[in-house]
């Protein structure tokens, strides 16, 4: 339920209100818009009597959320979540471009690539340390290594990191990597959403491969529900009939999601199409859509990559497609 209050009210009569709500085994979550402050109620609200509450003086209106995602909800934050990580703010309102390779490699490799999406206007770098791969005999990734060169990479540049957990075990090597990536193979993984919403850390959590958007957000509430508002939402292509592509990019879930909710939406076109001439014009429809950012696979030698190399930019491919995206961001739709 969401109570609305009025745009003129006294310190007493709101904490009069609260007290009364917490005395119901409410919790409330305050949001105080621009224009109007608004009350989140979680917990059992079933006895509540809605009437009653909207004739308080103070109440503007009294709302029931049928949802079952409450704090991923627009009706319970209507502004926008801005997410700050280093330079970057993720959600508000300038596309964000995450780019690195598919996997950390070597250092070699993750620095130059690192230097180079830099240099082309990306302000996060990713890569991947521990890899779900389809085949238990393909490159699994470096593990603990790899985040190490991660940190380096990050020192050498700048760039905050992004890295993909699998397990919530793994939690204690994540402490110095600024962005959590959860998979779409992961998505449901529930208990480790659980741990990760234990933590304050900004969570990119990717739709799972044959996931809804009531799913996604239902995942997203998993890591809200402990406690971790940092939530930034992934489309990355899902299982449809069609086999022209890896998946099928499904950019109507950015207007759908930011209707729905208030956490940033950012697109990866790499895997959603899976071959590297798709990703560029893929990447300007989400911007023009209204994606608040990118996830870019971006690979210095994509022929001998380790894995994904057929979606992997080359980083001259990368700066063309920044500098197209940063063009296009002023006319893209607001949300
Ligand atoms: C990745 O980003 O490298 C990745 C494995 O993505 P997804 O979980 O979307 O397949
Ligand atoms: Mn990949």
Redesign the pocket.
């Known amino acids: 339920m969401i109570v609305i209050l009025k745009e003129s009210h006294t310190p007493q009569q709101f904490d009069s209100l609260c007290g009364w709500l917490k005395a119901q085994r409410l919790d409330i979550q305050v949001n105080k818009g621009v224009r109007q402050t608004v009350l989140g109620l979680l917990g059992d609200t079933t006895q509540l009597d809605a009437d009653l509450l909207r004739a308080l003086e103070i109440v503007e209106d009294v709302k029931r959320v049928s949802e079952p995602y409450k704090k991923a909800n627009r009706k319970f934050h209507p502004a926008n979540t801005v997410i700050k990580v280093g330079d970057a703010e993720i959600g508000g309102g300038v596309p964000v471009l995450i780019a690195g390779p ?2 950390v490699e070597s250092r070699a490799q993750i620095l130059s690539v690192a230097q180079s999406v830099k240099a082309a206007g990306a302000t996060l770098l ?1 890569g ?1 340390a521990f ?2 791969r389809t085949s238990p005999y393909d490159f699994q990734g470096m593990r603990a290594e790899g985040i190490e060169l991660l940190l380096e990479a990050k020192k050498e540049t700048g760039l905050p990191i992004v890295t ?1 957990i699998m397990d919530a075990s793994q939690l204690p090597l994540f402490e110095d990597v600024d962005i959590i ?7 449901q993984n529930f208990e480790m959403l659980k741990e990760l919403g234990r933590t304050k850390k900004p969570v990119l959590l ?2 799972g ?1 044959s996931s809804t958007v009531k799913e996604l957000l239902m995942s997203a509430e998993y890591i809200m529900a402990g406690g971790n508002p940092n939530v930034i939402l ?1 489309e ?2 899902i299982r449809t009939f069609e086999t022209a592509t890896r998946n099928t990019l499904d950019i109507s879930v950015v207007p759908v999601l930011h209707e729905l909710s208030h956490l940033p939406v950012i697109v ?1 076109p ?2 959603a199409t899976g071959v590297y001439r798709y990703v560029h014009p893929l990447a300007v429809a989400a911007v023009a859509a209204g994606a608040d950012g990118l ?1 870019i ?1 971006v690979h210095n030698d994509p022929e001998h990559a380790l ?2 190399g057929p979606q992997s930019l080359k980083p001259e491919a990368f700066a063309a497609l920044a500098e197209q995206v940063f063009a296009i961001a002023p006319y893209a739709v607001n949300r």
Do not use: F, T, W, Y
């Not at 990536?181 to 998505?187: K, L």
């Open positions: 598919c996997s990713r991947g890899k779900p993909e990536q959860v998979g779409a193979r992961n998505m990717k739709r491969l992934c990355r292509g990866d790499s895997h996830i696979e894995c994904d």
